[in-house]
């Protein structure tokens, strides 16, 4: 079957020849395949009005939480706090956060598809519980799905490093791992802090040593980084950094892209990883500092993992932070537990409030991060679904960075406080839809 969709605004910054903006253009598709336009005079069989429209390539969410052991505790944690889904209501902002934080795998499917979204990546698939991943994953209909294959943690790498092995006895345990959980790339989280936690270590920096194994995080990103690249997958190294959420941890975050050597390194939620510990609340931004190091080193992408205000579910393999977290906890429940000695779980339930300095101010650190990186094919739309808040926020965040006038209402409402310790105001930067089309489409599609 031929069909024509006719008159929308087509953008697609990476196509070659592409004008800024876009052009208005007949798309023209055969059996599920995009075609040439046919002679003039061909009539297509179906016929759609794009009029008014614009049409870009399915978005891919790099980094969201769908699938796996996590999700499903999370779940049946907050069974009696989840309202009942609105299937016919569309939320923006707050409200998606105190309706929609963690949507059925139905629900994540319809709106995903909603927004434009066609593919999603789970970032933390623990290997053993790869199989149930993947499971959970093909009830999110519609949606290409893939993974991330969880190490760094687990007592095999740990102690092939300490043992000094070859890097090639170590790119053939990742390689196989990475074959056995059918993942397309390799996460870690918190570089061997979670296993180290089993060890009564409560904090772990970049080169603090391993209780056990007497190695460095810093060697654990090294040599996964190598392998990663040696093996040859697309995606680097996908990481977690050390010291999530601690006041000053940008030191740690610039020391995770030093450890990488160079090699191509992706930095995940990179707003949980950009705080100073100045001013009169010891809590500010470090969102400048990670901007200039990208502009640095050009081995490094992120996302950012945007919060938003209203309740959500942090739900993450950092036991070790999840540990500190559990005081937080709104409703006061969470659970804790280790998984198979390959990694850890925390679920954590929280509330991003804007009377809070703290909250309020990682909402302007995320939108910092936007912005302040310059270039749109390195920097990633994420809310790290649902730990910085759900993914229905998109099409809110969007407009944030488009409308500087709207940032300003919405930068208005925050703790004063926060508002003037962000450099938010001073940023006239106003993404175009060339812009979020890289970001959000053939950006995350390269890598
Ligand atoms: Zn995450």
């Not at 105001?425 to 950006?443: C, H, K, N, P, Q």
């Amino acid at each position: 079957m031929l069909t024509c969709l006719q008159g929308s605004r087509l953008i697609d910054p990476s196509a070659p020849g592409a004008k800024p903006g876009g052009e208005v253009a007949d798309l023209w598709w055969r059996d599920g395949r995009f075609v040439s336009a046919p002679e003039s005079g061909t009539v297509a069989d179906q016929i759609i009005d794009g009029s008014g429209c614009i049409t870009m390539a399915g978005g891919i969410d790099l980094h969201t939480h769908i699938g796996g052991g996590k999700v499903t505790l999370a779940r049946m944690l907050l069974g009696d706090q989840m309202p009942p889904w609105r299937e016919a209501t569309r939320f923006a902002g707050e409200d998606a956060a105190s309706c929609e934080f963690l949507p059925s795998a139905s629900v994540t499917a319809s709106r995903y598809l909603d927004m434009g979204y066609t593919t999603c990546f789970e970032p933390a698939v623990i290997p053993c519980n790869a199989r149930s991943a993947h499971a959970e994953m093909a009830d999110v209909r519609g949606l290409d799905t893939g993974g991330y294959c969880l190490l760094g943690n687990d007592d095999v790498l740990l102690r092939l490093i300490a043992d000094d092995e070859p890097q090639e006895v170590i790119n053939a345990y990742v390689a196989w791992m990475v074959q056995a959980t059918r993942c397309i790339a390799v996460k870690v989280v918190n570089p061997g802090g979670i296993n180290a936690f089993k060890f009564n270590q409560r904090e772990m920096d970049v080169d603090t040593q391993h209780p056990k194994y007497g190695i460095t995080p810093g060697q654990i990103i090294r040599t996964l980084c190598r392998a990663v690249s040696e093996i040859g997958l697309r995606h680097p190294l996908h990481v977690h950094c050390s010291n999530l959420g601690v006041p000053g941890n940008i030191e740690s975050t610039l020391a995770t892209i030093r450890a990488a050597d160079g090699y191509p390194i992706h930095l995940t939620h990179a707003q949980f990883h950009s705080y100073g510990a100045e001013g009169p609340y010891k809590f500010s931004s470090s969102a400048a500092k990670l901007a200039d190091a990208l502009k640095a080193n050009p081995n490094v992408t992120l996302d950012v993992g945007q919060i938003q205000f209203g309740q959500t579910v942090t739900i993450s393999a950092d036991a070790m932070h999840q540990y500190d977290n559990r005081n937080l906890a709104k409703p006061r429940k969470s659970v804790l537990l280790d998984i198979e000695c390959e990694a850890g779980c925390g679920v954590v339930p929280f509330k991003y409030a804007r009377r809070e300095f703290v909250h309020s101010l990682q909402w302007a650190i995320g939108l910092e991060l936007f912005l302040m990186v310059d270039d749109p094919s390195r920097v990633f739309l994420t809310t790290d679904h649902p730990n910085g808040g759900p993914f229905t926020a998109y099409p809110h965040l969007i407009a944030l960075l488009t409308d500087r006038s709207l940032r300003e209402t919405a930068l208005a409402e925050i703790h004063s406080d926060a508002a003037a310790a962000s450099s938010l105001a001073g940023i006239d930067r106003e993404y175009s839809l060339d812009d979020i089309a890289v970001m959000t489409r053939s950006a995350p599609a390269s890598i």
